[in-house]
C-alpha cells in the first residue's frame, strides 16, 4: 500500500482512473453564445429535493462565466461523442464548432446525441481542495432512451457492451 503524497499526482490521478465514470458537459449560455466545460466527476446526489454534482478545479477559466448562468444544462454524453468531449473540453479553439445543441428559454444548453439532458439550476457551491463541488438542482430532464452513454476510464474513452441476451 502505497500514501498518496501531494507531489504524486500522477499516481493519485491513474488511481482515480480505475474507477470508471460518464462524462457530461455542462453548459449556459453566455453574452448570446455557449459556453461549457466537460467533466467526468457527475453525480447523482439527491432524489428530493433532486441534486446532482459536479467538481471543477479551481484553474478553471470557464467555470467563472458558467457560475453566472440562471440555468446550466448537463448533457451526459453519447457514445459517439468521443470527440465532442474532447472539443468542449479543449483550452483553445471554438468549442462549438459544429456542434449540435438546443438552448432553453432559461439559457440551459443542451447537446444533440446525448444519452440524457439535465437543466439544472445552482443549488450550493462548497470549496473541497484544489476544486468547488458545484451541487445542482434538476428543474427538468429529458432521457434519450436509444442513445448509450460515453464512459471514461483510466484516461480513455469507451462504450458500454450489448447487454447479454
Known sequence: MMTPHTADTDLLRRAYG?????VIAVCGLRDGGPVGIAASSFVPVSMAPPLVSVCVQHTSTTWPRLAECPRLGLS???SSQRGVCRQIAAKTGDRFADVAFAATGEGAVLLHGAAAW???????????????????????LRIHEDVRPLVFHRSGFH??????A
Do not use: K, N, Q, Y
Open 18 to 22: 480505475t474507477f470508471p465514470s460518464g
Open 76 to 78: 451526459v454524453l453519447g
Open 118 to 140: 439535465l437543466d439544472c439550476s445552482i443549488h450550493d457551491t462548497v470549496t473541497a481542495g484544489d476544486h468547488d463541488l458545484i451541487l445542482l438542482r434538476v428543474e427538468a
Open 159 to 164: 462504450a458500454l457492451a450489448e447487454p447479454a
